[in-house]
């Protein structure tokens, strides 16, 4: 899992920037290839709103796929970073990746690591 990528971004600070940042993704998604592209996180259920979603090119050459999530914190420890990463990496190799990337920093808590990764 790319944990990382939270770190990189800055707090959004209301619903009104958070609308300027997904109009942003939007614009940046219509020139991504299958399977890159970023996608909502919802509680099936609900259909609230929880997260999101990314399998996005890896700087610096764009070759490499890695998948990034973030679901809102009131709902982590309940399995949905697991189901996330499962349907993204399904939806990746059946689109024809050979291979995808999930990198977490250090200060990652072990329990929140994708299996077999290490920082």
């Known amino acids: 899992m790319a944990c990382w990528l939270a770190l990189a971004m800055t707090r959004v600070p209301d619903k ?3 609308g300027g940042v997904l109009r942003q993704w939007i614009e ?8 890159a592209g970023r996608w909502a996180i ?9 997260g999101g979603a990314a399998v996005l090119p890896l700087p610096p050459d764009g070759i490499d796929l890695e998948i ?8 982590w ?13 399904h939806y990746a ?3 024809g990746a050979d291979e995808v ?3 977490c920093a250090p200060a990652t ?8 990764a290490w920082a």
Not at 68 to 75: D, I, K, S, V, Y
């Open 93 to 95: 190799f059946t689109a």
């Open 42 to 50: 919802e509680l099936a259920a609900s259909g609230d709103l929880v």
């Open 101 to 103: 990337f999930a990198v």
């Open 68 to 75: 990034g999530w973030q679901p809102a914190r009131p709902f």
């Open 77 to 89: 420890g309940r399995g949905l970073a697991t189901e996330v990463v499962h349907g993204a990496a």
């Open 109 to 116: 808590p072990v329990e929140s690591r994708p299996h077999g």
């Open 28 to 35: 940046q998604c219509s020139s991504l290839e299958p399977p």
């Open 16 to 18: 009104h920037a958070m």
